[in-house]
Nanobody, 115 residues
């Protein structure tokens, strides 16, 4: 059974930084691409960043130059370093397989950026 556990969110002022972590279990982590997604109340979940099994990386235009995704296959963990945070980055952040996310999502981690 796949389990995805996100952590590292919090309240930060605009311009600040946070590092999110996502621990995965129940999958052969190193063979899959992983991604970060975010969702604000009343809106659909949107793509933030992804890292393939081979290390290829893509970002949403809105976070390019500010966010960095990385992975540690020895720890079955994917990270999202978020710098220069803006109020519009406020959302619940989730990780999942990318592409083809699993149906079951984790609980997410709340990121709130104050102006």
């Amino acid at each position: 059974q796949v389990q995805l556990v996100e952590s590292g969110g919090g309240l930060v002022q605009a311009g600040g930084s946070l590092r999110l972590s996502c621990a995965a279990s129940g999958i052969t982590f190193s063979t899959y691409g992983m991604g970060w997604f975010r969702q604000v109340p009343g809106k659909e979940r949107t793509f933030v960043a992804a890292i393939s099994a081979s290390g290829g990386i893509t970002y949403a235009d809105s976070v390019k130059g500010r966010f960095t995704i990385s992975r540690d296959n020895t720890q079955n963990t994917v990270y999202l370093q978020m710098n220069s945070l803006k109020p519009e980055d406020t959302a619940v952040y989730y990780c999942n397989r990318h592409p083809s996310p699993y149906d079951d999502w984790g609980q997410g981690t709340q990121v709130t950026v104050s102006s």
